[in-house]
């Protein structure tokens, strides 16, 4: 186990609907990054936040966005949800700016999108 | 930029054979490559990495991978398959931190079956 939580674990939303997903990250890591992997595909980087400000950003729309809290807990919030949004969701803490970029990912959360 | 090649979609062995899952990359950086699994309904987890201290890189379970600049692959081999080992595989570059926040960009992953 990584010691990274994400919450729920399953969800189904509606088309339209707004949805926050949450990751709790390993103790002593201050980096969060989401990725979202589709079925039958490999994890696309959404976006990564250092120290509570938002540090890369990968090709998603602006109805993604993301928080990083002082305890370097994370949220990934998705407005107006499409059914392409259907996925999973990974949320991966690591200790940055120590050269270290080992990236551990919690078990994710599985969205559905009717 | 950075990008992975895995050239297998799909691996088939048989118990106590060897396994090789072959990767190329692309970086225009020194790159950090990583191999990471994923169990079914299971979140990555990850199997070795390579940051240039060695080319030879020693990995969880009995996996190990090897760095070749020259041919820019990171293949990953085990010389005995077990069943626990089916599941997906995952080749990753990152970018550096000071690029992108050294975003991990994956592979399309490799499915490795293992029949008894």
């Known amino acids: 186990e990584t010691g990274v939580t994400q919450s729920p674990t399953h969800l189904i939303k509606t088309r339209g609907q707004q949805v926050t997903l949450r990751c709790s990250s390993q103790s002593g890591h201050n980096t969060v990054s989401w990725y979202q992997q589709a079925l039958g595909q490999g994890p696309q980087f959404i976006f990564q936040y250092y120290r509570e400000e938002e540090n890369g950003r990968g090709n998603f729309p602006p109805r993604f966005s993301g928080l990083q809290f002082p305890n370097y807990s994370s949220e990934l919030n998705v407005n107006a949800l499409e059914l392409d949004d259907s996925a999973l969701y990974l949320c991966a803490s690591s200790l940055s700016g120590r050269g270290s970029e080992t990236q551990y990912f919690g078990p994710g959360t599985r969205l559905l999108v009717l | 930029a950075q990008s992975v090649t895995q050239l297998d979609s799909h691996v088939s062995v048989s118990e106590g054979t060897p396994v090789l899952l072959r990767c190329n990359y692309s970086s225009s950086y020194s790159p950090s490559l990583f191999w990471y699994v994923q169990h079914p309904n299971k979140g990555l987890q990850l199997l070795l990495k390579?940051?240039?201290?060695?080319?030879l890189v020693k990995g969880i379970n009995g996996f190990e991978a090897e760095f070749k600049k020259s041919e820019t692959s990171f293949h990953l081999t085990k010389p005995s398959a077990h069943m626990s080992d089916a599941a997906e595989y995952f080749c990753?570059?990152?970018?550096?931190?000071?690029?992108?926040?050294?975003?991990?960009?994956f592979g399309q992953g490799t499915e490795l079956s293992v029949k008894p």
């Open positions: 990753v570059v990152s970018a550096p931190f000071y690029n992108q926040g050294g975003k991990l960009i």
């Open positions: 390579y940051t240039s201290a060695a080319t």
